[in-house]
């Protein structure tokens, strides 16, 4: 078995238009965790993502997300739009969804507000040369971000390759 941590990040625009319920947060373009296939070096190998966290310098939210993947990029959905997704036509590069918890901070002079999910079981077949995994971010609370909010997600992957 390996393990490999991925991430990406992303600056939200410099406004602080409400977000509803089930709209996408994000920069207008799809998040890409490079080489999280690289945990199954091997073409047929299974990847598991068992961990996610969140991380967001704005330390007063206390939003819910959810986090959607894909093995290729999806259509991209622009930052506060409501997330018109799954879609039938990505049945087939859909992975699924991570749900985080609400974020919260542990107490005075925190500089980010976080959310972990230690439980994630979701897992793809790694089967093309592309190695990322992609996704898209949604609030599943109504929140009013900060202006120019920064955004971090890490994924641990474990993978392991037909054969042993």
């Known amino acids: 078995t390996m393990r490999v941590r991925v991430s990406d990040s992303f600056t939200r625009p410099a406004n602080a238009t ?4 089930k709209d ?4 207008g373009a799809e998040l890409t965790f490079a080489g999280a296939g690289a945990a199954s070096p091997m ?7 068992t961990q996610a966290k969140l991380l967001t310098d704005q330390t007063t939210n206390t939003a819910r997300f959810r986090l959607h ?4 990029a999806p259509t991209d959905i622009a930052d506060n739009a409501a997330f018109t997704g799954p879609l039938w036509a990505d049945r087939a590069e859909y992975i699924g969804a991570i749900d985080f918890p609400a974020c919260g901070v542990e107490g005075t002079g925190a500089t980010a507000a976080y959310a972990v999910n230690p439980d994630v079981v979701l897992s793809w077949v790694q089967d093309d040369s592309d190695r990322n995994i992609y996704g898209v971010l949604e609030t599943l609370d109504a929140f009013t971000p900060a202006s120019g909010q920064n955004v971090y997600i890490e994924l641990t992957v474990e993978g392991e390759h ?3």
């Open 18 to 21: 409400a977000y509803a319920a």
């Open 24 to 27: 996408v947060v994000g920069d």
């Open 43 to 49: 073409l047929g190998g299974v990847c598991t993502v």
């Open 69 to 72: 993947l894909y093995r290729s």
């Open 162 to 164: 037909v054969g042993g």
